[in-house]
């Protein structure tokens, strides 16, 4: 708590204007002093808190909004709000109210209005903040699938397990400087030791192999170990 983490996730989604530094996204990026709808459409910030995003009278209006404003008129908006809230478990809810929902739907609600934007970079801010395990899980399906499909998550969490399950990179920070660093590429072993996730802990007391991080791999493993 208190590392900028937050701080950090604001600078590279080009909030904190007036600062000085410089920030860049890519050759081809936005420039710093380009305004945020501009921004946005390269690198999209998600609030901590979802009640700083939410506006419409309508989950499907607010999950449609942010990608009318930053995508092109062909996006297939309609589609992509139908496959979020669907994956999401939003699809019942569509039509309601999104501020009377309870505070871990409301969660939802912005972190699918990202998903259906679907810029090249998402900056989440404690995304699992809120969620129950069914949530979490579902959001980790989703989120996969975004970055099978080429997109960049940059996030903040102290829930460890759920980084295990999205992260190829884990970065620590302690008051304000990087304390720790590891790679999906380098194994379990490179994970940072004081937040190893549950899986990686089970898959060390096995003795499986290092590549472990996530949960259908360590059932994979366990698999592949049973004799035949």
């Avoid at 609030?47 to 990608?67: G, S, W, Y």
């Avoid at 994956?87 to 019942?92: D, E, F, K, R």
């Avoid at 660093?181 to 096995?206: D, H, M, Q």
Wanted: charged fraction near 25%.
């Amino acid at each position: 708590n208190g590392a900028g983490k937050t701080t950090l996730l604001r600078c590279l989604g080009n909030l904190n204007q007036g600062w000085l530094g410089k920030v860049s996204l890519g050759t081809d990026g936005p420039a710093k002093s380009d305004p945020l709808y501009i921004w946005a459409r390269h690198a999209l910030y998600c609030f901590q808190n979802p009640d700083d995003q939410i506006f419409f009278t309508t989950v499907r209006a607010e999950l449609a909004e942010t990608a009318r404003r930053i995508r092109d008129s062909e996006y297939p908006i309609e589609d992509a709000v139908q496959r979020i809230a669907s994956g999401l478990g939003l699809l019942s809810l569509l039509d309601a109210a999104p501020l009377d929902l309870p505070r871990a739907f409301r969660r939802l609600v912005t972190l699918g209005s990202a998903l259906v934007a679907a810029p090249g970079l998402l900056l989440l801010d404690e995304p699992t903040g809120g969620l129950d395990g069914q949530l979490t899980r579902r959001l980790v399906g989703l989120l996969r699938k975004y970055l099978n499909g080429g997109g960049t998550i940059v996030m903040v969490s102290h829930d460890y397990d759920f980084v295990g399950e999205v992260a190829d990179d884990v970065l620590v920070l302690e008051n304000g400087e990087i304390k720790d660093f590891g790679s999906r590429e380098c194994g379990f072993n490179a994970w940072p030791g004081a937040c190893r996730p549950r899986v990686i802990a089970i898959a060390k007391s096995l003795g499986l192999p290092d590549e472990v991080w996530r949960e259908d791999e360590l059932f994979e493993q366990i698999s592949l170990k049973q004799p035949s």
